[in-house]
T-cell receptor, first 109, second 114 residues
Framework: EDQVTQSPEALRLQEGESSSLNCSYTVSGLRGLFWYRQDPGKGPEFLFTLYSAGEEKEKERLKATLTKKESFLHITAPKPEDSATYLCAVPPTDQKLVFGQGTRLTINP | NAGVMQNPRHLVRRRGQEARLRCSPMKGHSHVYWYRQLPEEGLKFMVYLQKENIIDESGMPKERFSAEFPKEGPSILRIQQVVRGDSAAYFC????????????FGSGTRLTVV
């Protein structure tokens, strides 16, 4: 059964303090790995899709990378507005996603 | 260009009542997905529908839950005889084709059973 584990569960950083979030996955055949951002009271907002080991994608202060067993979401010089829960997910089939529990990121000014 | 619209945003039901959650997909999207997010838990897939067809309902509880996506109108997730354990945020997502990928989520309906 496909599984996704995210760590840490929660992370507090000072503004400007860079760090990384981890997403480990176990899948029978990788069809892609997705990163979403979720703000309180809102639905997940799509960030990135990664399809193969070695792939990297960037958006503003975020960079996602993928290996054969895990993905990292690097956040560089974060700002308070980057505070959110970050979710990763894998699709065991074309029709659904298996999500991790998320990492709750708080950036203090 | 409205996104995925869900209503109501908040729904309070007493135990034993019925809850109806509605989802209007993005314009041009014919695939709808329902997910549930229980307190302190991750998002869990419930059901995938196309117009007038349920494609995958492997995540739906066997009793009391049903979903439809009629030819006209929104997709409906229906929960009969609600219990306290049904309290959760229910999210709908839509895509134009099978996911490819990163389909768009709505803002969710927060169901509270009292």
């Amino acid at each position: 059964e496909d599984q996704v584990t995210q760590s840490p569960e929660a992370l507090r950083l000072q503004e400007g303090e860079s760090s990384s979030l981890n997403c480990s996955y176990t899948v029978s055949g990788l069809r892609g790995l997705f990163w979403y951002r979720q703000d309180p009271g809102k639905g997940p907002e799509f960030l990135f899709t990664l399809y193969s080991a070695g792939e990297e994608k960037e958006k503003e202060r975020l960079k996602a990378t993928l290996t054969k067993k895990e993905s990292f979401l690097h956040i560089t010089a974060p700002k308070p507005e980057d505070s959110a829960t970050y979710l990763c997910a894998v699709p065991p089939t074309d029709q659904k996603l298996v999500f991790g529990q998320g990492t709750r990121l708080t950036i203090n000014p | 260009n409205a996104g995925v619209m869900q209503n109501p945003r908040h729904l309070v039901r007493r135990r034993g009542q019925e809850a109806r959650l509605r989802c209007s997909p993005m314009k041009g999207h014919s695939h709808v997905y329902w997910y549930r997010q229980l307190p302190e838990e991750g998002l869990k897939f419930m059901v995938y529908l196309q117009k007038e067809n349920i494609i995958d309902e492997s995540g739906m509880p066997k009793e009391r839950f049903s979903a439809e996506f009629p030819k006209e109108g929104p997709s409906i997730l229906r929960i009969q005889q609600v219990v306290r354990g049904d309290s959760a945020a229910y999210f709908c997502a839509s895509s134009r084709d099978t996911p490819n990928y990163g389909y768009t989520f709505g803002s969710g309906t927060r169901l509270t059973v009292v």
